[in-house]
Every structure is written in structure tokens, then in C-alpha cells.
């Protein structure tokens, strides 16, 4: 695979790095963190696990549709429907957070401006079925650039 050849690999793992620190940060993790060593014995670790997790996959996800992405668009100069779903997926991803019940940062402050309130814990999931429609549509993208059926 070309996106395993040296310049595209060091680009994968800087998206990677910037994604989850824009995760972090955005959701306000390292304050939950604090939390989390406070009030480990009320903690469902297994929720906790699978967020974590998660989020690591949809950022190896971005990362790997970035460069595709960007690669498709170089061979063909076409692929403005990959990148619109690359997109809505980081998006996605950014907006569950790394934990999607402790989400206290970026998006509620945008929601709460708009008079909605914004809360991940509310789904019966508690937000990780939204990280798993993410994780969906990022690895549909990923297959598709990889089949190259983004086409005009």
C-alpha cells in the first residue's frame, strides 16, 4: 500500500497525534482524568474502556482517510465525496470526545449557546453508539477509497 511508504506514514501518525490531542482538549478529558483517579470506585470501567478505545480507532480511521483522501485527490483531482464523509466522521468522532459521557468542553458550550441542551449520557449507550456510527461511516469511507468508487 502506498500509505504505508515513508512520507504518508509520518503524515498518518501526525494527523493521529493532532486528532487526539484536539480530542482531548476539546472535551475537557484532562480535567475527567483528575476525576477518574478521585472516584475510581464509582467508575463503570468497562464504558470507560470501550470509549477509549474507541476513540484510538476513530482516530487511526481519520488519519489513514486523510491521507487516502489526499491521495485519491492527487491521482484524479476528483474527490470531494470522500473527503465531505472524512469530514463528517472527525467531526463525529470530535464531538463524542473521548469519553462521550464526560463531554464538557467545546460542543455543550456551542449547544447550550443555541438554547439546546447537550448531553451524550441521555442514549442508552451513553453516547458509544454514536462513537460506533462514526467508527461505521469512517471505515465505509475507508473501503470505498480503497475500492476507488468515488468517481465522476
Not at 23 to 45: D, E, H, R, V
Not at 119 to 144: K, T
Request: hydrophobic residues 55%; glycine residues 8%; charged residues 10%.
Amino acid at each position: 500500500m502506498k500509505i504505508l511508504n515513508k512520507p504518508y506514514i509520518f503524515w498518518i501518525i501526525g494527523i493521529f497525534a493532532v486528532y487526539i490531542l484536539l480530542n482531548i482538549l476539546l472535551s475537557g478529558f484532562f480535567k475527567t482524568l483528575i476525576l477518574i483517579m478521585q472516584y475510581a470506585s464509582g467508575i463503570n470501567w468497562m464504558k470507560l474502556s470501550i470509549s477509549i478505545i474507541l476513540t484510538i480507532i476513530i482516530g487511526v480511521l481519520v488519519a489513514i482517510n486523510s491521507v487516502l483522501a489526499y491521495l485519491r485527490y492527487k491521482e484524479k483531482r476528483q474527490c470531494r465525496e470522500a473527503t465531505t464523509v472524512a469530514t463528517i466522521g472527525t467531526l463525529g468522532g470530535l464531538v463524542t470526545g473521548v469519553c462521550p459521557l464526560c463531554v464538557s468542553g467545546f460542543f455543550p458550550l456551542i449547544f447550550s449557546a443555541l438554547g439546546i441542551s447537550f448531553s451524550l449520557a441521555s442514549l442508552p449507550f451513553g453516547g458509544i453508539e454514536i462513537q460506533l456510527l462514526v467508527v461505521a461511516i469512517l471505515a465505509l469511507n475507508l473501503f470505498l477509497l480503497k475500492k476507488k468508487i468515488y468517481k465522476r
